[in-house]
């Protein structure tokens, strides 16, 4: 079965300091890879996705293949990016497997 | 603005009912997704669907029926519920090729 492993359940930092969450995926062909954000009262939606090489509100991640992470970084996080965040690799033409999920908590 | 909307919102229920979920979608997407989310295990599929045709098991489908009316919607059945579905169940749609899902807002069902 494809895994997806987000070792951290809540990562708190303070305001202007650099964060990165971290996953880890089992490794099955050529999963496509994604990030999705929830921000508090709203809907799950896309943060952003590796084939694209896109920085979103200053997010990036970084694909390493010989390590099977796909972590989400970001050098200095602001109180708006608190929310929680998953890692989801697709396989097998478009089927998602989302991690746990990480809660971000940036504080002032 | 196109949407995925989710009905009911919430629900209660007990032990041996017939529920069912339905999700509908105006994005006039192909692809659609029902997937329930646990505390703690994120979000695990149930169902997916590529097309009015096209049915597919997911990661977690026993216990639950799909049916695929139109291509607006996709209704999700729990024949006989039991306390362990309780859950929140999130609808799905995506178009390849860019292949972003976009979420319903849920429907919360708790199953005494």
């Known amino acids: 079965a494809q895994r997806v492993t987000q070792p951290e359940k809540l990562l708190s930092v303070f305001k202007g300091a650099p964060v990165e969450l971290k996953c880890n995926y089992s490794y099955s062909g050529s999963p496509e890879l994604f990030w999705y954000v929830q921000y508090s009262r709203q809907r799950l939606q896309l943060l952003l996705r590796h084939i694209s090489r896109e920085s979103i509100k200053g997010f990036t991640a970084d694909l390493n293949k010989g390590e099977t992470s796909f972590h989400l970084k970001k050098p200095f996080a602001q109180e708006e990016d608190s929310a929680m965040y998953y890692c989801?690799?697709?396989?097998?033409?478009?089927?998602?497997?989302f991690g746990s999920g990480t809660k971000l908590n940036v504080k002032p | 603005d196109a949407d995925v909307t989710q009905t009911p919102r919430n629900r209660i229920t007990k032990t041996g009912k017939r529920i069912m979920l339905e999700c509908s979608q105006t994005?006039?997407?192909?692809?659609m997704y029902w997937y329930r989310q646990d505390p703690g295990l994120g979000l695990r599929l149930i169902y997916y669907?590529?097309?009015?045709?096209?049915?597919n098991k997911g990661e977690i489908s026993d216990g639950y029926s799909v049916s695929r009316q139109a291509q607006a919607k996709f209704s999700l059945s729990l024949e006989s519920a039991i306390p362990n579905q309780t859950a929140l169940y999130f609808c799905a749609t995506s178009d390849p090729p860019r292949n972003e899902q976009f979420f319903g807002p849920g429907t919360r069902l708790t199953v005494l």
């Open positions: 994005k006039g997407h192909d692809r």
């Open positions: 669907s590529f097309d009015v045709k096209d049915i």
């Open positions: 989801a690799p697709a396989y097998n033409f478009n089927k998602f497997y």
